[in-house]
């Protein structure tokens, strides 16, 4: 049975999320995006909406928590490495993501990432009886020899 490993699962361990790797690279990877430049020029002259900058990182405030920004460039890395520490589904996944980074339209990108998921595929294939082989009939030259009948 497959689905019964989870049970086997610590569910506080499987979303550790380490920055000591992830930050330096995060700080690059911001540097290097456009959007991510912009805002932080906006942040030096002024307070800018929910953002804020802190050595070198910019984060954003959503509902009390203090997010890291995710530029375009590592979001998929970002949700791969999260679902890929549990194979957890869309909604365990982003969840736990949503206490760390900011990744605009998350939900979506979820999905996308798990629906490509190999693991998942296996794990989701049908189960059960498998579908009949179709078994064609030989076709004779005499008219009218065969009738074929649709039965529902």
């Known amino acids: 049975m497959t689905h019964v490993d ?27 995006d456009n959007e991510v430049k912009a805002i932080k020029e906006l942040l030096r002259i002024s307070a800018y909406e929910d953002y804020c900058d802190r050595n070198g990182i910019l984060y954003k405030f959503v509902e009390g928590k203090e997010l890291v920004i995710v530029p375009d460039s590592m979001q998929t890395e970002i949700i791969r490495n999260a679902h890929e520490k549990g194979h957890t589904g869309v909604k365990y996944t982003e969840k736990h993501l949503q ?44 008219p009218l020899h065969t009738y074929h009948i649709d039965h529902l």
């Open 6 to 32: 989870a049970l086997s699962r610590s569910p506080i361990d499987i979303f550790c999320i380490s920055f000591d790797n992830t930050l330096p690279r995060l700080k690059s990877a911001q540097d290097n």
């Open 99 to 142: 206490d760390y980074y900011y990744i605009p339209k998350l939900r979506q990108k979820v999905e996308n990432i798990i629906s490509n998921c190999v693991h998942f595929i296996l794990i989701n294939q049908k189960r059960g009886k498998k579908e009949g082989l179709l078994h064609p009939l030989q076709k004779e030259d005499t």
